[in-house]
């Protein structure tokens, strides 16, 4: 996940618009749930299916760094998996990107007391000499006081940013805290900076530091590091003392041009081509650093396995349901902006992503027409059995669907709980023992729900209004 809140503080172009239809409040009375969803959506607490292709995933492709070798292999095995599941009309669409590639990266404070430093380096980060650079540290402990120091006041030395992120269960302080990453390193060179380390953007305490995209867009790129959160506190505690701080660094990243990447595309056809499509998924690739299991495996498993249980029911839905598992969406969301290139002008009744992880499902949001407002009342009463209770906020967000619900799209979110999230977040830990199977079978009843109720509704999907980025 690049940055589901992330991108909209930036206002990025892959991130989703705020909508301007809002929902309105749960009804009086509720609305009743279909004994034909309720079945499908008790059946899927019982689903295998989604570990199934995590695991599969994870074990048998592994890290999948977008525009590598590895993402093409997990194209490779996502398409036959697909058909082997039985979906309909899998193909994968390729296209072209710049590609940065991870190289050795190594620190260690100098001064005032020899110590190794467990850090990363930020994708689309600038290099170091081989034999590493060596300066001064100047202490910044927000984003906020490095954007007030002068320009070229860092000309030569080191920056620091320590912004602190904190637990939330929606995951908002991530656009908070992670400006330091997204924007911090652009900054920082602009003021003269030799290059930057920042207090990783994570919500954990242990030694596995946070990598994650940088943006350089006007300038040249720096070195760019993440620390683990402990030796980022170490580097704070060395400063209170009152001693210059020196560090070396050696980060040996490099671009290596446009690489070829892609998405992955399945569909459940639906019986009336006039009635829009579906569109769910997640992304395909992953940071290189783990197996990226939780971001995004697991939202990947989650919506195809949902779609399969409709393709498994016995009856055709009214809409075509199209699962696409999009590409290159941690280094920029090249693949949802492809996606949107080649199939915006096709009619998409709504689009929803599963790009937060593997936790339970607590929320639901919806950005639809008037005319669906019932759709709305219907999904809230099928979903509130799994504990997920109905929202003020809109649907439609992730980065991935982002260029195509802003051409008007309808869309749902079916919000997981982000407390842990950001514990182990493009770090080493993003692993398979960090999938719970009891809260993935949660999210694909969830989805499995809204599915069976959006895909068969008989009411008229439109386009909603969603102002302009």
């Known amino acids: 996940m690049t940055s589901r809140y ?8 892959t991130s989703a618009a705020v909508p301007a239809v809002a929902q309105r409040a749960a009804p009086a009375a509720p609305a009743g749930v279909d004994p034909r969803v309720a079945a499908l959506r008790d059946a899927a607490l019982k689903d295998d299916v989604a570990y199934d292709i995590v695991e599969g995933m994870t074990t048998e492709v ?11 292999r997990a194209r490779t095995w996502s398409a036959a998996k697909l058909k082997a599941l039985g979906f309909k009309n899998v193909r994968i669409e390729t296209y072209q990107m710049p590609v940065w590639v991870r190289g050795e990266e190594r620190g260690e404070v100098v001064a005032p007391v020899p110590q190794k430093l467990h850090l990363t380096a ?17 202490i910044f402990p927000t984003y906020a006081d490095l954007a007030a120091a002068p320009d070229g006041s860092l000309t030569g030395k ?60 006007d300038g040249p790129a720096i ?47 639906g019986t009336d081509p006039n009635a829009g499509i579906v569109l769910i998924g997640g992304h395909l690739d992953s940071w290189d650093l783990a197996t990226g299991a939780i971001d995004d495996a697991s939202g990947v498993a989650i919506t195809a396995a949902a779609a399969k249980r409709i393709l498994d029911s016995g009856k055709r839905p009214r809409r ?3 699962v696409v598992w999009f590409g290159a969406e941690e280094v920029g969301g090249f693949g949802g902006r492809d996606y949107a290139a080649k199939h915006g002008k096709e009619r998409h009744a709504l689009a929803a992503e599963s790009d937060f992880g593997a936790d339970k499902i607590w929320r639901l949001g919806m950005t639809l027409p008037e005319s669906a407002k019932p759709v709305g009342d219907r999904l809230a009463a099928a979903l509130a059995p799994l504990g997920i209770v109905r929202g003020n906020g809109p649907g439609g967000s992730g980065a991935d669907i982002g260029p195509t619900v802003a051409l008007g799209v309808a869309g749902v979110d079916l919000n997981q709980s982000g407390s842990d999230y950001f514990d182990v977040h493009h770090t080493p830990d993003d692993t398979l023992d960090r999938v719970d199977p009891e809260n993935l079978r949660q999210n694909v009843a969830a989805w499995t729900a809204m599915l069976a109720i959006v895909a068969d509704a008989p009411e008229e999907i439109g386009p909603v209004e969603r102002p302009a980025r």
Do not use: C, W
């Not at 992330?6 to 172009?13: E, F, G, H, M, Y």
């Not at 592994?62 to 093409?72: F, I, S």
């Not at 930020?122 to 300066?135: D, Q």
């Open 6 to 13: 992330a991108l909209a503080v930036l206002l990025l172009a």
């Open 62 to 72: 592994g890290q999948r760094l977008a525009g590598t070798e590895a993402e093409a």
């Open 122 to 138: 930020l994708g689309n980060s600038g290099a170091t000499p081989a034999n590493g650079i060596e300066a001064e540290v100047v």
């Open 158 to 217: 080191i920056a620091y940013v320590g912004n602190t992120m904190m637990k939330t269960q929606d995951g908002s302080s991530y656009g908070q805290a992670g400006v330091a990453r997204f924007a911090g390193p652009a900054l920082a060179a602009k003021k003269g900076a030799a290059a930057i380390v920042i207090r990783s953007i994570g919500t954990d305490t242990h030694r596995l530091p946070h990598t994650g995209t940088t943006y350089f867009r």
């Open 223 to 269: 070195p760019a590091a993440a620390l683990s959160v402990p030796d980022a506190k170490l580097i704070e505690a060395l400063a209170k003392r009152g001693k210059p701080i020196r560090m070396k660094l050696v980060l040996t990243p490099r671009q290596v041009g446009e690489q070829e990447s892609g998405n992955v595309i399945a569909e459940v056809p």
């Open 320 to 322: 075509t349901i199209r």
